[in-house]
């Protein structure tokens, strides 16, 4: 799959009712995690078209957005330059390494990336890179797709009928995303966005809004997006 050509396919996404919404599901879950940027170095690695990073970059010193693909990044050049938003674009492979110093960062995170990897070896690899560039006392955030949620079933059965980004993805369930996270430290983890994937009108979004953290008391672990987060105490 060409995914220069998915990039302004991408970014429209999120201006779509089901997009908006949950991009901003996700957004409050991430910033929840990430906590004050103000004056403050932070990266996203896998960055795409930077919907969640032009966020956090408004208040951060600095802010660098860093992707394998370089049509994402070229689109997301454009929208943060048209917000007036100041973002540092690079294009790299993760697996190649950043290229920043060790602890250079006050806040290392993505946003379902690492699904991208190969289980266990290459994804070890690439968190261990991101790690790398957080300085102690930074904020380490990690986010994948729930492969124990409604949204994960349907971005499955969707490959029976055409190809899709999400064929490259190995999605995780909570055990797994935590046994992953907790080599690092102590992680902090939950799970958000209960929304039924079917939906796709401003008035059922609406509806379902209030409901979010009914199911979230319920079925804490069943959220289609897992969020973990590290404070990084030592070296790793």
Aim: a negative charge.
């Amino acid at each position: 799959m060409d995914l220069d050509k998915l990039a302004e396919k991408y970014a429209d996404w999120y201006q779509t009712e089901r997009g908006n919404y949950v991009g901003e599901n996700e957004y409050l879950c991430l910033a929840e995690h990430i906590g004050n940027c103000s004056g403050k170095k932070i990266i996203e690695v896998g960055s795409g078209t930077g919907f969640f990073l032009r966020k956090f970059a408004q208040k951060a010193e600095e802010a660098v957005g860093f992707d394998l693909t370089e049509g994402m990044l070229k689109a997301g050049r454009k929208i943060a330059s048209e917000k007036g938003i100041e973002i540092n674009f690079i294009q790299g492979n993760v697996l190649e390494g950043v290229p920043f110093a060790d602890n250079y960062f006050d806040i290392v995170y993505s946003n379902s990336m690492i699904e991208f990897f190969e289980k266990d070896e290459e994804a070890e690899k690439v968190l261990a890179e991101m790690w790398r560039l957080l300085k102690t006392g930074g904020k380490f955030v990690v986010s994948v797709l729930n492969k124990e949620s409604t949204w994960a079933y349907k971005r499955t059965a969707e490959l029976l009928e055409k190809d899709s980004i999400f064929s490259l993805n190995q999605f995780y369930n909570w055990n797994e995303f935590e046994e992953l996270m907790s080599k690092f430290g102590q992680v902090k983890i939950e799970t958000t966005l209960y929304v039924p994937p079917y939906f796709n009108k401003k008035e059922d979004f609406e509806w379902f809004k209030d409901l979010e953290a009914e199911f979230k008391s319920r079925y804490p672990k069943r959220g289609a997006l897992i969020v973990g987060s590290v404070v990084k105490e030592e070296e790793y």
